[in-house]
Nanobody
Framework: QVQLVESGGGLAQAGGSLRLSCASS????????MGWFRQAPGKEREFVAS????????YYADSVKGRFTISRDNAKNTMYLQMSRLKPKDTAAYYC??????????????????WGQGTQVTVSS
């Protein structure tokens, strides 16, 4: 069955960095766009970044553009989110999700059919 497992979350200071990983199994990883979303307490889940099935195209929310980098290694069935210059408002649970088949990018949660369990990122000021 499809499994997505996030790791790499934790506590960071403002201005610091973290790298999240999303290990996948149970489907042809290199055939699907993938995305990162986040959800802070009391808020709706929001789009963070998306990457095409090949890794050649990526798209970012304005709030993270220039600070976060999404990437993938199709040989390792793993996606990454490098987060730099972290801010307290980046504090949230971060989720990876499977997007569309051979899609370039998908921005809406509704376009993602499988989700990981989430990893918590907390940024202190």
């Amino acid at each position: 069955q499809v499994q997505l497992v996030e790791s790499g979350g934790g506590l960071a200071q403002a201005g610091g960095s973290l790298r999240l990983s999303c290990a996948s199994s149970g489907f042809p990883f290199g055939s699907y766009a993938m995305g990162w979303f986040r959800q802070a307490p009391g808020k709706e889940r929001e789009f963070v970044a998306s990457i095409s099935f090949s890794g050649g195209n990526s798209y970012y929310a304005d709030s993270v553009k220039g600070r976060f980098t999404i990437s993938r290694d199709n040989a390792k069935n793993t996606m990454y989110l490098q987060m730099s210059r972290l801010k307290p408002k980046d504090t949230a649970a971060y989720y990876c999700a499977r997007g569309g088949y051979y899609s370039d990018y998908d921005l809406s949660p509704d376009q993602h059919d499988f989700w990981g369990q989430g990893t918590q990122v907390t940024v202190s000021s």
